[in-house]
Every structure is written in C-alpha cells, then in structure tokens.
C-alpha cells in the first residue's frame, strides 16, 4: 500500500508543480507561460467529455489500435517462428523483412494511400506495420533460444513436429512473445495518432490536431492526457494476459529495502540440500568405514 500511495503522491507533486509554473507564469529557460493551467485543461475535460463527440473519437481510436495490433500480433508470432524454424523461410524472408523493418511505420502513410481504398484500411495497415517487427524480432529470439534437449525429449517420445510446437516451442516462446508485444503495443499507438492526424477523420489523433490547428490548447492536453491514459490501460492489460499465461515462470516479488521476498519451499530448499549433503557425507563415511573393516579382515586372512 505504501508503494501505491508514493506513486500517487509522485504523480500529484508534478500536477502541483505544473499548477505553480502555469499559473505565475514562469519563463526561464522554458516558457511555462504559453502553457495551460491544470485547471484549464480540466474544465476543457470536463466539456469534452459532456460531448459525443469525444466517445466517437475513443471509440474509433481504439477500434484501429485493437484491430491492427491483433492482426500485428498473430502475424508476428506465426512469421517469427517460421523464420527461426526454416531456414527456407529464412532465406526467402529474412532479406525483405530485414529491409522494411528500418522503416518508420508512418512513412508508409502515402503507401497506405495508394494501396487501400479507405483511410480506415490504411490507418489498420500503418498499425499493424508497426507492431509487426517487434512482435516478430522477439519471437524469432525466443524461439532460437530455447534450450534443443526439450525438443528431443518430445521426439524421443514419439512426438511430431505439431507436438513439439504446441509443447514446446511456443510455451518456451511465451515470455519473449509478451515482450514484443508490449513492445508493439505502444509503438502501435503511437503510429495510429500519426496516421490518424494526417489522413484520420475521427479518432483521438485527429482532434488533437484539429485542436491545434484552431489554437485549443487545453483541448490538445486534454488529447494527450486521453492517449497517455489509453496507452498505459492497454499496456498494463497484455502485460497481466502475459503473466497470467506464464505462471508457471519463478518470480521473486520485490520487498521495500533492496531484500527479495521468497516463499517457505525457496527458504526451505536448501535446508533440504544441506540435510542431504550432512546425510551422504554420513552415508560415505559409514560405507568407508566398512570397507577399512573388510580389508583388515581380508589382511589378517592372509597373515
């Protein structure tokens, strides 16, 4: 609790000093005087969210994000283990992913233009290009760093290559998968505002430059406030899907002070190795001695 209450405090001190600047117009080196007041930027939420206006653009913004991210996703992990898998897939992929991966996905926006017949598609396409190659770099990595003795412990048991696959490799896969796609996931929106800024009609992007266009300040925070907080949901929500689907992995909680916390069977463990090491040593030591006592005997047999 004490964590959560130092992350409010944190955030509440930088909204005060913010207030503070604003408001006595401070200009240093930064001209605080050209910004809105938190105050401002609060009232022009509160008129913004009273409008429909404002739920259409969410609703359209989250639309394009969750679709070309989904896309992004699946396309990703099933390219990133094809490459790392093949080594014909390799070669016929690798040079052209590698080309397009150094692209800024909004400069594809006038490719975007000429492929597809709506700003819509377009704007998914944009999205989805841009999750792609982190979803697909970190399943690649994952997948070629698994350890191969897994993989030929399930052949040896008679598996085929789907077994291996569903067994194996995209389990082992499964925390490399969730990096990139956390990853993606901000990357995604960050190129969807683009895009929807430069051909958008509705969307969280497209008021936002509108906004500046007609000199609305407050009203572009509020746009920016609207997609820090879009962002952080969506990013803490694959972040709790990618934990809940590997629990299996040992996690060490963090306790205050720099001391990791362990649970009794971690704490218990190596009592349990040491009680075994004192249990062979014990056990060597009687066996030695009954080996000192048969040579003796066999020597006396000999005398």
Known sequence: MSRYVLRVASLAAALGLWQLLTSL????????????????????????????????DLTDSLTRILTGFLLAAVLGVATGVLVARSRLAEDLLGPVLEVIRPIPAIALVPVAILLFPSNEQGIVFITCTAAFFPVLVSTRHAVRALTPVWEEAVRTMG?????????VVLPGALPGIFGGLSVGIGVSWICVISAEMISGQYGVGYRTWQDYTIV????????????????????????????RLTRWLPRTSYVPGGRPRT????????????????????????QQGRSDTDQ????????
């Open 296 to 303: 003796e005997a066999r020597d006396e047999h000999f005398v």
């Open 159 to 167: 598996g085929g290559r789907w077994r291996i696959l569903g067994s």
């Open 216 to 243: 609305n300040y407050p009203g572009v925070f509020v746009g920016m406030v609207t997609i820090g907080v879009l962002g952080w949901v969506t990013s803490t929500a694959v972040e709790l899907l990618g934990r």
């Open 263 to 286: 649970s009794v069977a971690a704490v218990a463990a190596p009592v349990a190795v040491a009680a075994d090491g004192e249990s062979q040593k014990q056990a060597d030591a009687q």
């Open 25 to 56: 117009k401070v200009d240093l080196w930064l001209r605080f005087s050209q910004f809105p007041t938190v105050t401002d930027i609060a009232h022009a939420f509160a008129d913004r969210i009273s409008g429909g206006d404002y739920w259409t």
